[in-house]
């Protein structure tokens, strides 16, 4: 079974600040990937990365930045100097190479961002 | 280029009724996923087609639900003797290739149910 926990339902933030969304999942899988999406109010989901559970490099890309730590089953994702723009349901994801191509989604987090 | 899209991005119907739900993914993408998104529920996978091998169907919640893949490319789910908790919004995402390294989900806008 595979599970991802996104304990943190609301962030509220005010503009600039830096902001950490937190991910924790579980897997027996030794082969997986994890990923973000972005939900903003127009409701799409815009994908924002993928990680394979066999590359545990940290990445950054512009203000965001990914810290995946195989230790403690965690993906988490954060926001340097936050804009209202990021405001929207950020969810994280889990895909085990035993479980087919379904994607096993977090409750989602809901940031806003105060200007 | 062009991506997901979905028709229609509003529907609301009657319970009892039969809605079909229509999906086209990026031009390309072998593969082609159902999700739903509800208050109760978050995003639950639904089905999903790669290629010309057999759907993987076990995300359905009940026989009422069914989809299809037309000539690898256009999708359609079918929801028939609607209930007011089929009320979601249906997600309809596209990939390159089912599963493996290179396997990411690109999302389309979505259908948003309301069964009355």
């Known amino acids: 079974a595979q599970k991802v926990t996104q304990a943190q339902t609301e962030i509220s933030v005010v503009e600039k600040e830096d902001v950490t969304l937190d991910c924790v999942y579980e897997?027996?899988?030794?082969?997986?990937?994890l990923f973000w999406y972005k939900q903003p109010p127009s409701g799409e989901l815009v994908f924002l990365i993928r990680?394979?559970?066999?590359?545990?490099q940290n990445e950054i890309s512009g203000r965001y930045s990914w810290n995946f730590q195989k230790s403690t089953s965690s993906f988490n994702f954060t926001i340097t100097a936050s804009q209202v723009v990021d405001s929207a349901v950020y969810f994280c994801?889990?895909?085990?190479?035993?479980?087919?191509?379904?994607?096993?989604f977090g409750e989602g987090t809901q940031l806003t961002v105060n200007p | 280029g062009a991506g997901v899209s979905q028709s229609p991005s509003n529907k609301v119907t009657e319970k009892g009724k039969d809605v079909e739900l229509r999906c086209d993914p990026i031009?390309?993408?072998?593969?082609l996923y159902w999700y739903r998104q509800s208050l109760g529920q978050g995003l639950e996978f639904l089905i999903y087609?790669?290629?010309?091998?057999?759907?993987?169907k076990s995300g359905l919640p009940s026989d009422r639900f069914s989809a299809e893949r037309t000539g690898g490319s256009v999708s359609t789910l079918t929801i028939q003797r609607t209930q007011q908790e089929d009320s979601a919004v249906y997600l309809c995402?596209?990939?390159?290739?089912?599963?493996?390294?290179?396997?990411?989900?690109?999302f389309g806008p979505g259908t948003r149910l309301t069964v009355l």
């Open positions: 995402a596209s990939s390159p290739q089912a599963g493996g390294p290179t396997d990411t989900q690109y």
């Open positions: 897997t027996r899988d030794t082969t997986y990937y």
């Open positions: 990680r394979n559970s066999f590359d545990e």
């Open positions: 994801a889990l895909r085990g190479e035993t479980s087919g191509s379904r994607l096993t």
């Open positions: 031009s390309g993408h072998t593969a």
């Open positions: 087609f790669q290629g010309n091998s057999a759907p993987d």
